[in-house]
């Protein structure tokens, strides 16, 4: 686009403007009033990333004069999608009342229960409809409802819940509400406007904003056809930056892992360490699991080639844990009732479990009042499939005190559901050969149903007093940690957690902070 004077005058010349069918299209629909970038993509059906270089060549052609903005977006946290999805709390503590009428605390928690909604939940929806005063409450505890207020509450909740999903923004009561229950959350963009200069209006209302093919190879034909004269060249510009790839992240699963641990360092555990290639005496025998035990056979235990034997020197150690596995030592325990070789303690395997690494640490620390954690690999002979993998990661604890309880450990199980947002943890006894009592407590997967993920117990006498510990009790736990990642990350496939895809590692779900779960 060029401009001249004619004569003495000065007035100037407005020239013909050749524009690409998709600049045409812009600056059309911007002339008939459409200023934002997000709503004129959907008017010509493109994506707002894909207009960018085209609002930008017609701003420097002095067509389109062009503004940013920063402003705060708000999406809903996975908190939100879940409750938009499944039901707020509070709209499933009304549907409890609807079918229930007047009824006490007691009584609304165990119908909950029945529906599998957990007591947190149905304790959030109380405190919801008690503060929106749709709840009254009679002596004894009784419950009396306002139906009409409690689903007006829900209805406007669930509102705002749709018109954030929508990219619309409720009123600043609500949306502030939403923000406190963590449901949604702020983020920052740049709102991008464009308005039409007035040269852009003289040379439209005349009539000289014309549609041209873009040439970007010039071809004898199109020279020989004449077809250059209506056309629109691309310029190539040398100066122009190349598009650059996405910023990278870290693996998902990796993200994960980092969220896990800041979960447990605040909740006050301290993170411990041991090698991956591990004696058996470590993996197995001050665990108090018996040398006949099939689990430490080959089919179960990977076994470094050689027969390589390791070394150790605590004899005391070493004759108090075979005195507990041959007599139960100085427990009261008959122990296992064998003769314990202690040439096999000395065989070097890769650990099959990180509860080696909690009996490292108890040996070390002795008794006393601590909380430590290990979250790293473990190994075990698996056939690969969607739920196995021979090498994964596992979440080991233990909770050291005089009054440390088996509830402690049910507890902590229920802590680390809620803080993960795996909803309600099905809890049944089981056998592991250092715990008692022992327990396994499972989770319920989208796809791959109830998968056990909480297995653990107290540590029996046995195991501690060989290892030196005493007048504590010890809570532990060995989670696998994989299969929970798994249903954070929403995939139902574990070898996807270690898989090396771009497009699944950029699209995979971010964990959430723990900002939002306080």
């Not at 004449?226 to 310029?235: D, L, Q, T, Y």
């Not at 715990?435 to 909480?454: A, D, N, R, Y």
Request: aromatic share 8%.
């Amino acid at each position: 686009m060029g401009s001249s004077t004619s004569g003495g005058h000065g007035a100037p010349i407005l020239e013909r403007v050749l524009l690409p069918e998709k600049q045409k299209r812009i600056v059309e629909a911007v002339l008939q009033g459409c200023s934002d970038a997000d709503e004129l993509a959907a008017r010509i059906g493109a994506k707002r990333e894909d207009l960018m270089r085209d609002l930008e060549e017609l701003r420097t052609r002095g067509l389109l004069e062009v503004y940013r903005t920063e402003e705060a977006l708000y999406v809903l946290t996975r908190e939100g999608e879940r409750c938009l999805s499944e039901g707020l709390p509070e709209e499933k503590v009304l549907r409890i009342l609807e079918e229930a009428g007047e009824l006490t605390k007691e009584r609304l928690t165990a119908l909950g229960s029945e529906r599998n909604i957990p007591r947190e939940e149905i304790e959030i929806g109380m405190a919801q409809l008690a503060a929106g005063k749709a709840v009254s409450f009679r002596p004894g505890g009784v419950i009396v409802p306002d139906f009409a207020r409690a689903r007006e509450l829900v209805e406007r909740t669930r509102e705002a819940l749709r018109l954030v999903s929508q990219g619309a923004q409720p009123e600043a009561s609500v949306l502030n509400s939403l923000r406190r229950r963590g449901l949604v959350e702020a983020r920052r963009r740049t709102r991008i406007s464009v308005r039409p200069t007035d040269q852009l209006v003289k040379l439209w209302e005349r009539g000289l904003v014309v549609e041209a093919r873009v040439i970007t190879e010039l071809t004898p034909e199109v020279i020989a056809s004449g077809e250059w004269r209506s056309a629109v060249f691309k310029p190539f510009d040398l100066g122009v930056e190349p598009p650059s790839l996405p910023l990278g992240r870290k693996h998902p699963y990796l993200e994960f892992l980092d969220w896990l641990r800041e979960i447990l360092v605040e909740m006050g555990f301290e993170e411990m360490k041991g090698p991956h290639v591990e004696l058996e005496l470590w993996n197995f025998d001050a665990l108090f699991q018996a040398q006949d035990h099939p689990a430490r056979e080959i089919h179960d235990t990977y076994f470094l080639k050689g027969n390589q034997l390791g070394s150790f020197h605590d004899q005391e150690l070493m004759k108090r844990i075979a005195a507990a596995h041959e007599s139960g030592g100085a427990t009261g325990s008959r122990g296992w009732g064998y003769r314990w070789d202690p040439s096999r303690a000395l065989r070097l395997v890769l650990r099959t479990q990180t509860t080696a690494v909690s009996a490292r640490t108890l040996y070390q620390r002795g008794s006393g009042e601590y909380m430590c954690f290990s979250l790293d690999r473990v190994f075990r002979p698996e056939n690969l499939d969607a739920k196995h993998s021979m090498e994964f990661y596992q979440l080991e604890g233990i909770i050291v005190g005089p009054k440390v309880t088996f509830r402690n450990l049910l507890g902590f199980f229920d802590e680390m559901a809620r803080r993960l947002g795996l909803g309600r943890v099905k809890v049944k006894p089981a056998y592991f050969p250092f715990t008692e009592p022992s327990v396994e407590g499972f989770i319920k997967h989208e796809k791959l149903g109830w998968i056990e993920v909480f297995p653990g117990g107290m540590f029996r006498p046995e195991m501690l007093w060989a290892l030196g510990v005493s007048g504590v009790n010890v809570a532990a736990w060995g989670i696998g940690i994989d299969r929970i990642a798994m249903t954070v990350l929403g995939i139902d496939d574990i070898r996807l957690l270690f898989t090396q895809d771009l497009e699944f590692i950029k699209r995979a779900p971010r964990p959430i902070p723990l900002s939002l779960l306080r």
